[in-house]
C-alpha cells in the first residue's frame, strides 16, 4: 500500500453546499464525489458542476446503479464523471453492461457491496466480471443498528486483487483501526461535510491514513 486515496462524499441536496465544501477541500482530498442525494435531488447536472469547477480532480458518480448499466454508466460519463458506482446487488447483466460502457467512455466502475449477503463470494465475482474498485460499505441506516464496515473488509481484501474502498461513518479513529487491512480509498463524508472546520477534519483524516502507510 504505497498510496491511500481520499475520497469525500459530498451527499448533500443543495448543489451550493457541496460545491462550498469542494472549494474548502479540494486540495486536501484526492476524489470529488456526487452523492446519491445530491445526484437525485439536483441531477446530473451536479456531476458536471463538480468536474466544471474542479477540472484537475476525479469525479465519482454515485449512481449506485441497479438496472440499465449501460445507459446510466455513460450518462453519467457524459456529464463528466471519472468514476462511477454500480450495486454489487445488480444483475450481472447490469454488471456487464456497465463496464461495457466504462471502457468505451473511458470511465471506472465502482461495485459498491452494500446489500449484499455473502461479500466475499460477490467480490470475487465482481472481480471477475472486471469492475475497477470494490466498495466495503455499511449504509447510514446499518450504521445506526451498529455496523461497522471494518467488519467485511478483511474478509473481501482477502480474496481479491481489485482495488478496495471502503466506506460508512469512518472517522479519525477508524481509520487507525484499518491498520494491518488492504485498503486503496477510503471515503469520508459526514465527518466533514458536517464539521464546523472541514479543512481541520481532512488533515485529522489525513494524519490517520498516514498512520496506515508507517
Given at each position: 500500500?504505497?498510496?491511500?486515496?481520499?475520497?469525500?462524499?459530498?451527499?448533500?441536496?443543495?448543489?451550493?453546499?457541496?460545491?462550498?465544501?469542494?472549494?474548502?477541500?479540494?486540495?486536501?482530498?484526492?476524489?470529488?464525489?456526487?452523492?446519491?442525494?445530491?445526484?437525485?435531488?439536483?441531477?446530473?447536472?451536479s456531476v458536471k458542476k463538480?468536474?466544471?469547477?474542479?477540472?484537475?480532480?476525479?469525479?465519482?458518480?454515485?449512481?449506485?446503479?441497479?438496472?440499465?448499466?449501460?445507459?446510466?454508466?455513460?450518462?453519467?460519463?457524459?456529464?463528466?464523471?471519472?468514476?462511477?458506482?454500480?450495486?454489487?446487488?445488480?444483475?450481472?447483466?447490469?454488471?456487464?453492461?456497465?463496464?461495457?460502457?466504462?471502457?468505451?467512455?473511458?470511465?471506472?466502475?465502482?461495485?459498491?457491496?452494500?446489500?449484499?449477503?455473502?461479500?466475499?463470494?460477490?467480490?470475487?465475482?465482481?472481480?471477475?466480471?472486471?469492475?475497477?474498485?470494490?466498495?466495503?460499505?455499511?449504509?447510514?441506516?446499518?450504521?445506526?443498528?451498529?455496523?461497522?464496515?471494518?467488519?467485511?473488509?478483511?474478509?473481501?481484501?482477502?480474496?481479491?486483487?481489485?482495488?478496495?474502498?471502503?466506506?460508512?461513518?469512518?472517522?479519525?479513529?477508524?481509520?487507525?483501526?484499518?491498520?494491518?487491512?488492504?485498503?486503496?480509498?477510503?471515503?469520508?463524508?459526514?465527518?466533514?461535510?458536517?464539521?464546523?472546520?472541514?479543512?481541520?477534519?481532512?488533515?485529522?483524516?489525513?494524519?490517520?491514513?498516514?498512520?496506515?502507510?508507517?
Amino acid at each position: 500500500m504505497a498510496h491511500i486515496e481520499l475520497q469525500v462524499a459530498l451527499d448533500f441536496t443543495r448543489l451550493e453546499n457541496a460545491l462550498r465544501i469542494a472549494e474548502i477541500v479540494r486540495d486536501l482530498v484526492d476524489i470529488l464525489e456526487a452523492g446519491t442525494p445530491l445526484i437525485k435531488s439536483e441531477g446530473l447536472k451536479s456531476v458536471k458542476k463538480l468536474k466544471e469547477r474542479f477540472p484537475d480532480k476525479p469525479v465519482l458518480a454515485d449512481m449506485k446503479t441497479m438496472d440499465t448499466g449501460f445507459l446510466e454508466v455513460s450518462l453519467a460519463a457524459e456529464h463528466g464523471a471519472d468514476i462511477v458506482s454500480v450495486l454489487g446487488v445488480a444483475s450481472n447483466a447490469t454488471l456487464t453492461s456497465a463496464i461495457k460502457a466504462a471502457r468505451e467512455k473511458g470511465v471506472e466502475i465502482m461495485a459498491d457491496l452494500i446489500g449484499v449477503k455473502n461479500k466475499p463470494s460477490r467480490a470475487r465475482e465482481l472481480e471477475k466480471l472486471g469492475v475497477d474498485y470494490i466498495l466495503v460499505h455499511v449504509g447510514i441506516d446499518e450504521q445506526k443498528e451498529g455496523r461497522d464496515p471494518l467488519e467485511d473488509l478483511k474478509t473481501v481484501s482477502e480474496v481479491v486483487d481489485t482495488k478496495i474502498a471502503i466506506a460508512g461513518g469512518l472517522t479519525p479513529e477508524k481509520i487507525k483501526r484499518l491498520r494491518g487491512y488492504r485498503v486503496d480509498v477510503v471515503i469520508v463524508g459526514s465527518y466533514i461535510t458536517k464539521s464546523e472546520n472541514p479543512r481541520l477534519a481532512v488533515e485529522k483524516i489525513r494524519e490517520a491514513i498516514k498512520c496506515l502507510l508507517e
